[in-house]
Nanobody
């Protein structure tokens, strides 16, 4: 059974930074793309960023480009999301997801193979 476990959420002031982690148990990310989504209270879940484990290519939502960075850990089962210059409207539960795909631009579309349970990020004004 594959599990994705997020960590690193918490309370931060506007303009601050956080780094989220996503660790897989039960398998490595080899052959998968891994990404982050977020869901704010009362809003739909939205795509944030994704990375292809095979070649390291990345894909970002326009709203986070230049502020967020997704990266692979040295171990083959960890992905990070570095979030800088956070805004209050980015308060949300952040979810890690993985999909067996080699085309990173298609990652946000369709279903995911695995989801984590989420980690809460609260950005205070």
């Amino acid at each position: 059974q594959v599990q994705l476990v997020e960590s690193g959420g918490g309370l931060v002031q506007a303009g601050g930074s956080l780094r989220l982690s996503c660790a897989a148990s039960g398998r490595t990310f080899s052959g998968y793309a891994v990404g982050w989504f977020r869901q704010a209270p009362g809003k739909e879940r939205e795509f944030v960023a994704a990375i292809s484990w095979s070649d390291g290519s990345t894909y970002y939502a326009d709203s986070v480009k230049g502020r967020f960075t997704i990266s692979r850990g040295n171990a083959k089962n960890t992905v990070y999301l570095q979030m800088n210059s956070l805004k209050p409207e980015e308060t949300a539960v952040y979810y890690c997801a993985a999909k067996a795909t080699t085309t990173i631009a298609t990652f946000p579309r369709g279903g995911m193979d695995y989801w984590g349970k989420g980690t809460l990020v609260t950005v205070s004004s």
